[in-house]
């Protein structure tokens, strides 16, 4: 039969006793093509929020020019293809992440002050503050469009507790988004557990034995519902049956990747037990996290979300790309030339991430306009050179086309230092939240 739908996005869902898979936007559920021109698109907004720790290496992401005649730097070479899907912005600052009297604990503060635009109160007990997150301010009023309010991301795990950087709570550095002073919205990097979210309703309402089950013959969720899925098919244009094809093969291919990760862990010592579905590859784990974010925006369960592919103060070793040292490590480079060199690989690394990212959102159409199209996704991080420990020119990119509410292709090269927080009133604005103010902002970002 055809499945209910969703009457604020016009999607249908496929249920069975212990799944529910959202659908893409389909014609034939009346989901109709639409003009960059129209007031009201059909294509909901969507809104991304990607971290990166450490800073970077300044030098190599510094582009040249302005406008829209400006030239890629070498850390942005792997946005090349997407060049008109996205701008540069420089010189965004986040004071409110210096010291300002608190002595040492830049990475805490970089990530606690990233989405809040705020001083974090130095603790590292229970009486934690700081301030509610941007992505949470937009999820309070359009969470209920959608099954899941939001979506927190993470490829290092969550800690809400304990001491992590000099007197600091682990909860400032570890989580991204909050949903109040007090209550950080904990994000998941085990990507079998963000995949149950999205499409098993056992395993979201903690009752676990049907997926557990699921797993242990391993069963695709498809097969769950396949006889819906069936029944559907019939009633659908040629087009929509090719779309539903290949989101089902992107579903299964996701859940191929998590059995295969969590089928071929290394060697671990004694008394050591890595997560389930969690890739050894850092580089594969980054993409499963994007893939799930893409399936996530692309069936409409959430329209907003944070990721964090590593906290700040992040540790993280890359031998695959030849960086054995540890990232924080190596950012205190003290201007050393191979220190340097392998910030820059680092930066690529990521950045090479990303464009993987866009490159998904820009091939997943939607009746006409790509997903990247109708979506406002914001890269970076809340250090700009990991040595000096500064919160301005932080190395900052902004992706989508908003729903033609963003003019992407540019460099903005802003005078002085601009507060982060005014270019988050502007992307809120664009989706239709009214905001005075969030942290320390001084006004609506112009020229995005």
């Known amino acids: 039969m055809i499945p209910p739908f969703d009457n604020t996005s016009r999607r249908g869902f496929l249920r069975s006793a212990s799944a529910l898979v959202a659908l893409p936007a389909l014609e034939s559920f009346g989901f109709k093509a639409f003009a960059a021109t129209d007031k009201n698109p059909v294509a909901p907004m969507r809104m991304a929020f990607l971290y990166i720790p450490n ?3 300044q030098a190599s992401w510094a582009v040249t020019g302005e406008g829209k005649g400006y030239e890629l730097s070498k850390t942005l070479q792997p946005l090349a293809a997407y060049k008109n899907d996205f701008s540069v912005i420089s010189n965004l600052a986040h004071d409110k992440a210096a010291a300002n009297g608190d002595g040492g604990g830049d990475h805490a503060r970089a990530t606690a002050t990233f989405l809040t635009g705020c001083q974090a109160k130095k603790t590292a007990g229970s009486d934690i503050q700081i301030a509610q997150s941007v992505d949470q301010i937009a999820a309070s009023k359009l969470g209920h469009h959608t099954r ?25 550095q570890f989580n991204l988004s909050w949903k109040n002073e007090s209550m950080p919205m904990a994000p998941e990097m085990n990507p079998r557990l963000v995949f149950e979210r999205l499409f098993g309703i056992s395993a979201a309402t903690g009752s676990s034995q049907e997926a557990a089950r699921r797993v242990k013959y391993k069963k695709s969720i498809l097969d769950f519902v396949m006889s819906d899925a069936k029944s559907l098919q019939s009633k659908l244009s040629s087009n929509d049956n090719r779309k539903l094809d290949e989101y089902f093969t992107s579903i299964r291919d996701i859940e191929l990747r ?18 389930e579905g969690v890739p050894d590859s850092t580089q594969e784990h980054i993409r499963m996290m994007f893939d799930l974010l893409l399936l996530a925006f ?18 993280r ?12 490590g190596i950012s205190h ?3 050393n030339p191979e220190k340097l060199t392998k910030i820059a690989k680092i930066d690529l690394f990521y950045m090479e991430q990303f464009a993987y990212f866009l490159k ?3 091939d997943t159409n939607e009746n006409g306009k790509s997903l990247l199209d109708s979506s406002m996704i914001v890269y970076g991080g809340g250090i700009g050179d990991g040595d000096r420990h500064n919160h301005d020119r932080l190395p900052i990119v902004l992706a989508g086309g908003g729903n033609g509410r963003l003019n992407p292709g540019q460099h903005l090269n802003l005078p002085g230092k601009v507060p982060m927080t005014n270019l988050y009133l502007a992307m809120l604005e664009r989706m239709g939240v009214k905001a005075e103010n969030i942290g320390d902002s001084t006004g609506i970002l112009t020229g995005i």
């Open 55 to 57: 800073g970077v290496n």
């Open 258 to 275: 998590i059995e295969k990760a969590n089928s071929m862990k290394s060697n671990l010592p004694a008394g050591i037990k890595a997560p």
């Open 333 to 335: 480079h003290q201007n």
């Open 360 to 362: 998904r959102m820009k």
């Open 298 to 315: 692309q069936t409409d369960s959430t329209r907003i979300a944070t990721y964090m592919l590593a906290h700040d103060g992040s540790n």
């Open 317 to 328: 070793s890359f031998p695959e790309i030849g960086v054995p040292d540890s990232h924080h």
């Open 148 to 172: 899941l309010s939001s979506l927190e991301l993470s490829t290092d795990g969550e800690r809400s507790s304990g001491k992590c950087d000099s007197g600091y709570s682990c909860a400032y």
